[in-house]
């Protein structure tokens, strides 16, 4: 593989929507006589026949004209140019998008420069990178289309499936790289390479970590549970004490359910991780971590039914009422993840069972309707028809148009 050909046959085999990207970046670098590069991600997915969306690009010119020319043809891709790196990112409605960047080096000369010299900026942009996986590039100008620069073995790497930093101080420079690694490392079921994984224990060992804001570590988290295999990948996390370091303690984390690793929505997978926690160890993470306002809200309620329901269980006998006061509402990817654990599964099935059957058709607005005037009243008739039901009092909407009759019957607050 990674002869010329193999590469321009993978190229060929690429949805037409990137063959077509890829053609208006020759065309431009050709037109400009830039040289163009693809590079980083998009270069290892290709050559792993991995599908992938997002395009870099690293060209050797005027970052900016060269965007605006690729632009030109992208009427539906929106450009934005970032004045300060001479970066260019071209955003498509599907949410892709393309990137362009200028092989970054300082003394950039004339976009005339020598071959030799083009070729060093190259290849000092790909030694600031992660990985060597992720430090390889393709010549996509149309006299070198196809040509394979990979200056640090990052195609002998692919193959072996190890993820090899380039140099190491490359987690001290950026701890989030750590995080990477095992993402990748879990990504493709590849093992990190011996002197890397050295590496990572000597960066943990410096508190190199702790110098990461809560948002850059908790989005490198999010990057992971995103993933198919956030379950192997919380395990290294685990294993190589990375999370230990972080949390400055050892929490419950629990990364073995199998559903980790399987397509399940990325908040289901977090709670199965958590679940095994204690409250103050559940407040170490919302502490340290900077989660989104929905997935924190989701957390923050899976540990209060998770504290009620232990609560309840020690009781001797816990009543439909109670459970509901805990479950009645609650988003179905906390009653899934409860589910799991075998203390509250007896209790939670009695409950679905007793609630499946209820179609409470009156609710307030149908109570101010048949002249019940606003206030707490409506509050405790709603109550009392919901706990009818619970308790089998009421199997039928005619059951409760009765019941609420018989209610308001005697009901003083009644207006007429
Ligand atoms: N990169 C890096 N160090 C980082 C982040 C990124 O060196 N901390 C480099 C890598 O070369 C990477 C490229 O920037 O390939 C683009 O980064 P990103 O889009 O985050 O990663 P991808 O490799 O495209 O991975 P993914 O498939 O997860 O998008």
Redo the contacts with the bound molecule.
């Keep these: 593989l990674a002869m010329t050909e193999d590469i321009l046959q993978l190229f060929s085999e690429l949805p037409e929507r990137i063959r077509k990207l890829l053609r208006a970046a020759q065309q431009a670098g050709d037109e400009l006589g830039y040289s163009v590069f693809v590079?980083?991600?998009?270069v290892?997915?290709l050559l792993l026949k991995v599908p992938?969306q997002?395009l870099?690009l690293v060209i050797e010119g005027d970052g900016h004209a060269f965007a605006r020319v690729l632009a030109q043809r992208f009427p539906e891709g929106q450009l934005i140019l970032h004045e300060q790196f001479g970066t260019a990112r071209l955003e498509f409605p599907d949410g892709s998008h393309l990137d362009v960047a200028r092989s970054r080096r300082e003394d950039y000369a004339s976009p005339g420069a020598l071959p030799q010299v083009e070729e060093s900026r190259l290849r000092d942009d790909m030694f600031?990178?992660?990985?060597t996986i992720?430090?390889m590039a393709i010549a996509i100008n149309s006299t070198r289309s196809g040509e394979l620069v990979d200056y640090y073995g990052g195609l002998r790497d692919l193959k072996q499936g190890e993820i090899r930093f380039l140099h190491n101080l490359s987690f001290i420079e950026?701890p989030?790289?750590i995080l990477?690694a095992i993402?990748?490392a879990g990504r493709y079921g590849f093992r990190l390479a011996k002197e890397t994984r050295d590496g990572v224990d000597t960066a943990l060992s410096t508190g190199v970590l702790r110098k990461l804001s809560n948002e850059r570590f908790t989005e490198e988290l999010m990057?992971m549970l995103r993933e198919l295999r956030f379950g192997v990948m919380g395990e290294s996390l685990l294993q190589m004490g990375v999370l230990k370091e972080w949390f400055e303690s050892e929490l419950a984390w629990d990364f073995t359910h199998p559903v980790l690793n399987k397509e399940v929505p990325p908040k289901r997978k977090w709670l199965i991780c958590l679940r095994k926690m204690d409250l103050s160890q559940f407040e170490r993470v919302q502490e340290k971590l900077r989660l989104s306002k929905e997935l924190r809200g989701l957390t923050q309620k899976f540990f209060e039914v998770m504290t009620g329901l232990s609560v309840l269980r020690s009781s001797d006998k816990i009543s439909l009422e109670d459970l509901d006061h805990y479950l009645e509402g609650l988003p179905k990817v906390i009653l899934e993840v409860l589910m799991l654990d075998e203390r509250f599964h007896d209790s939670l099935k009695r409950y679905h069972e007793a609630t499946e059957g209820i179609k409470q058709k009156v609710d307030g607005m149908t109570l101010l309707q048949w002249g019940i005037k606003e206030g707490p009243e409506i509050g405790r008739i709603l109550k009392s028809i919901r706990s009818a039901w619970l308790e089998g009092e009421i199997h039928s909407e005619e059951d409760e148009q009765k019941f609420v009759a018989e209610i308001l019957k005697n009901n003083p607050t009644k207006s007429t």
């Design positions: 590079v980083g991600g998009f290892r997915d992938t997002d870099d600031r990178r992660d990985f992720n430090a950026d989030t790289r990477r993402r990748f990057h």
